[in-house]
């Protein structure tokens, strides 16, 4: 006998047993079968330690295991690393809106969302709110975003503006803190504040988003152990260029695949 995960759940079956006899024993009627994070297209043997998750297209699975099939195609061992995981995310606009969505649905852990803003007319050509939340606190509005893609994670909201003195108090569990900050001086702010108050954490900035120039400009650049820059590091928004969409977009996935 051998040990596999099916749907989450371990299960000892026969050596030599396919995933194909798994699936007409365990769910026949599923559609889609994954193993170790991949659609498996053609009968497979298993293995000791295989994932295997079985899905029927248009069933609501009960919430014991609609996890299992959130992150059926993740790598293995991705998803409990990352659901241990704490990320602060500093500012909630183009970048911070979209660096959250990501995160939670790579099903990160724990959500530190900081913002004292609301939602306005002119956030909606790149941040991920909608018309019917306008006038709404970002810390609210992300937040049920968040809850809709992904219930599993937990959201801890900050309704303040970041200064010196809080920040150490706010982040001082997180394990990555993403600067997500449209002024200079704020950027430099987070910088200075992690180094000198949370040394274990890492910070991942951007710098360099303005206009719909090259996409392939966008880059990662890592400053010393625990400091990583996204961006051009030359276009910054400012009078006759604004931010978009689809460059912040990239910037911010960007920052979400480093953490």
């Given at each position: 006998?051998?040990?596999?995960?099916?749907?989450?759940?371990?299960?000892?079956?026969?050596?030599?047993?396919?995933?194909?006899k798994l699936r007409d024993q365990e769910k026949p009627d599923a559609d889609v079968i994954v193993v170790n994070g991949y659609p498996c297209i053609?009968?497979?043997?298993?293995?000791?330690?295989?994932?295997?998750?079985?899905?029927?297209?248009?069933?609501?699975?009960?919430?014991?295991?609609?996890?299992?099939?959130?992150?059926?195609?993740?790598?293995?061992?991705?998803?409990?690393?990352?659901?241990?995981?704490?990320?602060?995310?500093?500012?909630?606009?183009?970048?911070?809106?979209?660096?959250?969505?990501?995160?939670?649905?790579?099903?990160?852990?724990?959500?530190?969302?900081?913002?004292?803003?609301?939602?306005?007319?002119?956030?909606?050509?790149?941040?991920?709110?909608?018309?019917?939340?306008?006038?709404?606190?970002?810390?609210?509005?992300?937040?049920?975003?968040?809850?809709?893609?992904?219930?599993?994670?937990?959201?801890?909201?900050?309704?303040?503006?970041?200064?010196?003195?809080?920040?150490?108090?706010?982040?001082?569990?997180?394990?990555?803190?993403?600067?997500?900050?449209?002024?200079?001086?704020?950027?430099?702010?987070?910088?200075?504040?992690?180094?000198?108050?949370?040394?274990?954490?890492?910070?991942?900035?951007?710098?360099?988003?303005?206009?719909?120039?090259?996409?392939?400009?966008?880059?990662?650049?890592?400053?010393?152990?625990?400091?990583?820059?996204?961006?051009?590091?030359?276009?910054?928004?400012?009078?006759?260029?604004?931010?978009?969409?689809?460059?912040?977009?990239?910037?911010?996935?960007?920052?979400?695949?480093?953490?």
């Amino acid at each position: 006998m051998i040990k596999i995960l099916v749907n989450e759940h371990s299960k000892s079956i026969p050596a030599n047993m396919t995933v194909r006899k798994l699936r007409d024993q365990e769910k026949p009627d599923a559609d889609v079968i994954v193993v170790n994070g991949y659609p498996c297209i053609e009968d497979y043997i298993l293995k000791e330690g295989d994932q295997v998750v079985l899905i029927r297209k248009g069933e609501i699975p009960q919430m014991a295991e609609l996890e299992a099939l959130m992150v059926a195609r993740h790598s293995p061992g991705v998803h409990e690393r990352v659901k241990r995981a704490t990320v602060g995310i500093a500012g909630l606009g183009g970048l911070g809106s979209a660096v959250s969505i990501a995160l939670a649905r790579m099903g990160i852990g724990t959500l530190i969302l900081v913002d004292f803003d609301v939602v306005e007319p002119s956030n909606l050509n790149r941040q991920q709110y909608s018309i019917d939340q306008i006038g709404m606190p970002k810390t609210q509005a992300l937040s049920i975003i968040l809850a809709s893609i992904n219930p599993f994670i937990k959201i801890v909201i900050h309704k303040i503006e970041l200064n010196r003195k809080n920040i150490p108090k706010v982040f001082h569990t997180a394990n990555v803190i993403v600067e997500c900050f449209d002024r200079a001086e704020e950027k430099v702010m987070i910088l200075e504040s992690a180094a000198e108050s949370l040394p274990k954490a890492y910070v991942v900035g951007a710098s360099g988003l303005a206009g719909y120039g090259d996409s392939n400009s966008i880059k990662t650049w890592r400053l010393g152990n625990r400091v990583f820059i996204v961006g051009d590091m030359i276009k910054a928004a400012g009078p006759g260029l604004g931010l978009m969409a689809p460059r912040v977009g990239i910037a911010a996935h960007h920052q979400a695949n480093l953490v």
